[in-house]
């Protein structure tokens, strides 16, 4: 008689995965939680960005009998850049590695300009980029920068600094992605004329947003001026509004009266301020001698 051997099997289970990025959670299948530690994830993060399509890439690392997912990837999706170019404009793109505070790390920008542009232009354009960006991403950690590109706080001042040689309708990063680790001595050193450049472009959208609040304040201290007009005098608010419109019009055919008056009686003077003497024609001549 053959014996038979009983194979053991475990049952998998869902075991809940951390995204702190997204501050969301998803559940991979696995017998033990140690064997989700190094798996990769795709994840679409276009509800979570309002229709701003990317996918993310993330890996699964487990600290303290926790897993936590931290990207490698994003990409931006072709259909969306699709969908924002437009006839008669150009786009700038590039590929280039670049070192942050922990990996090397591959960056791609894409650009669209507003309307057809020299080929001058989109050199400029696409040094000034790599340049930009070459210094922002030296100075920051991996995780810090992917964050920065899903909130939009990387590309917001960079089309700040690229509006001065032309504007732009789309600047975004269409795929940003880890390649190795660095080691100690290839880490580059930190200055301080790159921050100083990134806080003024931070302090410029910071201006941005005060001059809209202050336009958002204003129209509504006129809403409610109209409101009280309208209890007090019972009027309706089309008639309050035509007299408004009203005034500054009496007001400026008034201007145009008194600019005349003082037109017609410099015409009167002569350049000194006296009279101006009548010409002698022939006939006077003629009469005088």
Do not use: H
């Amino acid at each position: 008689m053959v014996q038979q051997t009983k194979v053991i099997t475990k049952r998998k289970k869902f075991f809940g995965v951390d995204i702190p990025i997204v501050k969301t959670k998803i559940e991979l299948v696995g017998e033990t939680i140690d064997q989700l530690n190094g798996r990769t994830v795709k994840l679409d993060l276009t509800r979570q960005l309002r229709g701003k399509s990317v996918e993310a890439v993330l890996k699964v690392k487990i600290e303290k009998d926790s897993a936590i997912a931290e990207p490698i990837k994003i990409v931006l999706m072709p259909y969306f850049i699709r969908r924002m170019i437009r006839k008669r404009i150009s786009y700038v793109e590039d590929s280039f590695s670049v070192p942050t505070q922990e990996s090397l790390v591959k960056v791609k920008p894409f650009l669209i300009t507003r309307k057809k542009v020299s080929r001058a232009v989109r050199r400029t354009l696409r040094n000034l980029t790599k340049n930009w960006l070459e210094d922002y991403l030296a100075e920051r950690k991996d995780q810090e920068i992917f964050n920065d590109i899903l909130t939009n706080r990387l590309q917001k001042p960079l089309s700040l600094k690229l509006k001065k040689t032309y504007p732009l309708s789309l600047c975004e990063i269409r795929v940003l992605e880890i390649i190795r680790p660095l080691q100690p001595s290839e880490v580059p050193k930190i200055e301080k004329k790159v921050k100083l450049e990134i806080e003024k472009g931070l302090d410029q959208l910071a201006e941005i947003e005060r001059e809209k609040i202050k336009q958002a304040q204003e129209e509504i201290e006129k809403t409610q001026k109209m409101a009280i007009k309208v209890e007090e005098t019972k009027e309706s608010p089309k008639e309050i509004i035509k007299e408004a419109e009203e005034k500054p019009k009496e007001e400026i055919k008034e201007n145009k009266t008194k600019d005349k008056k003082e037109i017609e009686a410099k015409k009167n003077l002569g350049s000194l301020g006296k009279e101006k003497k009548p010409r002698k024609t022939k006939k006077t001549k003629d009469k005088e001698e």
